[in-house]
C-alpha cells in the first residue's frame, strides 16, 4: 500500500506545484500567499510519504483529497484533478491493501512449507 499511496501523493506534489503557478496569475491573490499554502501542501505530500501506513495515514489523505478539491475555488481545473487524485487515492489504497494482504497470505505459505513437518 505504502508504495501505491507514495505514488499517488507525489504526483500530487507536482499537481500542487503547477496549481500555484496558475493561482499566481490571479490578481486577487498575493504570490507570497500562493506559494505559502501550495509549499505547505506540497510539504505534506512528501511527509504523509512517510506516516501514510501509520494509523490515520489513510485518513489523513482523505482530507488532503478533499482540500485538493476545494482548491477548485481558486484554480476551477483543479476540481476536476482533485476527483481524478482522489480517485487514484481510493484506487491506491484499496489495491494496495489488497496487495499487501496477497504478500502475507503467500509469505505464510512460504513460511509453512519450509517448515518440517516432523521436528522429532
Known amino acids: 500500500m505504502r508504495t501505491l ?3 499517488t501523493l507525489i504526483g500530487e506534489f507536482f499537481i500542487i506545484g503547477f496549481a500555484g503557478l496558475v493561482a499566481m496569475k ?3 491573490l498575493s504570490a507570497s ?6 509549499g505547505i501542501a506540497m510539504l505534506l505530500c512528501v511527509l504523509m510519504c512517510a506516516v501514510v501506513t501509520r494509523p ?8 488532503l ?5 476545494a482548491s477548485g475555488v481558486f484554480v476551477p481545473l483543479m476540481y476536476f484533478l482533485g476527483v481524478v ?6 484506487a491506491s489504497v484499496h489495491f494496495g491493501r489488497k496487495v499487501d494482504e496477497a504478500k502475507a497470505r503467500f509469505a505464510a505459505q512460504a513460511e509453512s512449507a519450509s517448515t518440517p513437518a516432523d521436528a522429532a
Open 5 to 7: 499511496c507514495s505514488s
Open 26 to 28: 490571479d490578481p486577487s
Open 33 to 38: 500567499t500562493v506559494w505559502l499554502v501550495s
Open 56 to 63: 490515520g495515514g489513510v485518513v489523513l489523505g482523505w482530507v
Open 65 to 69: 483529497q478533499i482540500a485538493l478539491i
Open 85 to 90: 487524485f482522489a480517485a487514484l487515492w481510493w
